[in-house]
T-cell receptor
Framework: DAMVIQNPRYQVTQFGKPVTLSCSQT?????MYWYQQKSSQAPKLLFH???????NEADTPDNFQSRRPNTSFCFLDIRSPGLGDAAMYLC??????????FGPGTRLLVL | AQSVTQPDIHITVSEGASLELRCNYS??????LFWYVQSPGQGLQLLLK??????LVQGIKGFEAEFKRSQSSFNLRKPSVHWSDAAEYFC????????????FGTGTRLKVLA
């Protein structure tokens, strides 16, 4: 019954080594989101896709990129992770403005 | 500017006691309003939502929330808290203008004493 799936749940990477986080959904929703959440903080929207239309938040660093090859999958690429990028990364989906469904998150550790 | 305020960073209640978590918002019109719960190391789970109509909405796990337009508030309540309710609670405002984006409050961490 999993609806929004994130892999892996935990990711360890080295400072400066590119890393990719993945998200898939079985809901067939048009919209997919990536959030960054640091400890004891609210989720911060990085970007979202409406179908293939990419919408970047103004304050999202260039170090963060995303790909959505099809409706079901969305990837978050961090080109050169820094220590400050260690966080929980949450993927969410929606079909309209009335609900967002979140995955379990991927916790990223940067060594 | 749109914003969401959760004035209480931490709340501690005894098991069986009642609970109210506060949420105030700033938005040009009546927004879509949500409460989410997050257990440690987990994603966000939707507790309840308000779009229009009856201002008292029921959610999962025995939670309810009341929309008060005059106070720009959407407070979350539960009559009797269980130890498993210990978690972080986020209030969110959703756009009604087609941007598909939410604004989250900073969260309230609930601790439940046995």
């Amino acid at each position: 019954d999993a609806m929004v799936i994130q892999n892996p749940r935990y990711q360890v990477t080295q400072f400066g080594k590119p890393v990719t986080l993945s998200c898939s959904q079985t809901l067939n929703h048009n919209v997919m989101y990536w959030y960054q959440q640091k400890s004891s903080q609210a989720p911060k929207l990085l970007f979202h896709y409406y179908d293939k239309d990419f919408n970047n938040e103004a304050d999202t660093p260039d170090n963060f990129q995303s790909r959505r090859p099809n409706t079901s999958f969305c990837f978050l690429d961090i080109r050169s992770p820094g220590l400050g990028d260690a966080a929980m990364y949450l993927c969410a989906t929606s079909r309209d403005e009335r609900s967002q469904y979140f995955g379990p998150g991927t916790r990223l550790l940067v060594l | 500017a749109q914003s969401v305020t959760q004035p209480d960073i931490h709340i501690t209640v005894s098991e069986g006691a009642s609970l109210e978590l506060r949420c105030n918002y700033s938005y040009g019109a009546t927004p879509y309003l949500f409460w989410y719960v997050q257990s440690p190391g987990q994603g966000l789970q939707l507790l309840l939502k308000y779009f229009s109509g009856d201002t008292l909405v029921q959610g999962i796990k025995g939670f309810e929330a009341e929309f008060k337009r005059s106070q720009s508030s959407f407070n979350l309540r539960k009559p009797s808290v269980h130890w498993s309710d210990a978690a972080e609670y986020f209030c969110a405002v959703g756009s009604t203008s087609g941007t598909y984006k939410y604004i989250f409050g900073t969260g309230t961490r609930l601790k439940v004493l046995a």
